[in-house]
């Protein structure tokens, strides 16, 4: 099976693969921010959240629903800096699993990833890591929202947790970003074999 890739590309490819599923895992992941609300635990993402509270007609009191699920609207969002969140992230993830995707199909297809080819990756593939980098910078610029509040105690605000905490998608979807930025888009660089000159 002919391959457009160098040793190092092929190991550019399956690098370029991990990163953006561990991206992208973490950004669908709704457990970016732990707390408790009601005596059960509550996560938060940035579109997506487990548990909440409903008020139970019947008793006449608020009582949480331990479910998981997107907000209604993307409007429901708690914070215009989470719903901006939400969407640089994803175009982050997308660019990542997009340069992803053509990397492994290069391991398959000849003539497909030349020098230039890879050079141009790594580079859609460092903006893609700087989106996702610039999500994550913006996500605690929402912490004071009504709805974090009231899960962290009342005490959180911009870059303060108050009784909560990261949570471990927060982390996976940095970490694949930051290597995405600093060890795909180098290894890019020498992914691509030479590109053939044709006689005509």
Known sequence: MASSLTCTGVIWALLSFLCAATSCVGFFMPYWLWGSQLGKSVSFGTFRRCSYPVHDESRQMMVMVEECGRYASFQGIPSAE??????????????????????????????????????????IQFLGGLLIGAGCALYPLGWDSEEVRQTCGY??????????????????????????????????????????????
């Open 155 to 200: 005490i959180s605000g911009q870059f303060d947790l108050g009784k909560c905490e990261i949570g471990w998608a927060y982390y996976c979807t940095g970490a694949g970003a930051a290597a995405a930025m600093l060890l795909c888009t180098w290894l890019a660089c020498f992914s691509g074999k030479k590109q053939k000159h044709y006689p005509y």
């Open 82 to 123: 989470w719903r901006i969140c939400t969407i640089v992230t994803g175009l982050g993830c997308g660019l990542l699993l997009l340069v992803a995707l053509t990397a492994l199909m290069g391991c398959c297809v000849s003539e497909l990833i030349s020098r230039t080819v890879g050079r141009v990756a790594g580079g």
